[in-house]
């Protein structure tokens, strides 16, 4: 399976490097990510993003809690470029289903990044509430449910048979936290992984050899012990 590889960054500077790099085949933002960057102005700052990303897909997310102010952003965020996904989460704040939201943007042909999802039964309902046409990304938070001691694989592994129904579904693996979910990624045939720079530039160095692991970590062992002077 050839699992695309997508930045999960809002950093101007960062977009500009990663959007050169060919590994790097789309990008997805959110509100933290956005707030990390220190953007100031939302409606801005994504349109000055996509100065740099004309081409690859990229995700902006809603932030409205309800139907009517997640419909209104959505519709607004649609118009800022033909590569743009709308993302919008699978439940408000209140533990509501969006499925009102997503039935009705899918049925207006705007493409979706549906996130905050972590099981099949999730991902059943989406296929739901979907057309065959549009295209829809659906992110599965797979580093957030091993945190809590949930094995993420077997969720990904139903929801990628749900969709082979849908050609215009791609599942996607995201809260990345490690390199190898890459590798994990690929064996399961997931569509799309969503990996912050600081990791796609450590799957750039795959294919290193055991013996040259061994004497990079015992280097690195001598070098700090001769930096701190330690003495026995």
């Not at 439940?91 to 997503?102: A, R």
């Not at 094995?151 to 995201?174: G, R, Y």
């Not at 990345?176 to 160095?205: D, F, M, W």
Request: hydrophobic share 35%; net charge positive.
């Amino acid at each position: 399976m050839n699992t695309k590889i997508f930045c999960d960054i809002a950093e101007y500077n960062l977009i500009k490097k990663f959007n050169k790099k060919k590994i790097v085949k789309g990008f997805t933002t959110n509100p933290s990510l956005m707030r990390k960057a220190g953007a100031k102005d939302y409606k801005s700052y994504c349109k000055k993003i996509l100065k740099i990303c004309k081409k690859k897909p990229i995700s902006f997310e809603v932030f409205g809690d309800n139907y009517t102010s997640m419909m209104r952003q959505a519709l607004k965020i649609n118009t800022w470029g033909k590569n743009v996904y709308v993302k919008v989460p699978i439940i408000n704040s209140k533990n509501e289903f969006t499925g009102k939201v997503i039935k009705e943007l899918n049925n207006k042909n705007i493409k979706l990044n549906i996130t905050a999802v972590y099981s099949a039964k999730q991902t059943e309902k989406i296929l739901k509430k979907i057309n065959k046409k549009t295209k829809v990304i659906i992110s599965i938070f797979a580093g957030r449910a091993a945190d809590t001691g949930k094995d993420p694989i077997p969720e990904f592994k139903k929801s990628i048979s749900l969709a082979k129904k849908f050609k215009n579904v791609e599942i996607l693996w995201a809260s990345v936290r490690e390199p190898y979910n890459y590798l994990q990624a690929k064996q399961i045939g997931c569509h799309i992984i969503t990996v912050p720079p600081s990791i796609i530039e450590k799957i750039e160095k795959f294919g290193k050899s055991v013996i040259q692991l061994t004497n990079e970590t015992v280097k690195t062992f001598l070098t700090d012990s001769k930096k701190s002077k330690f003495r026995i």
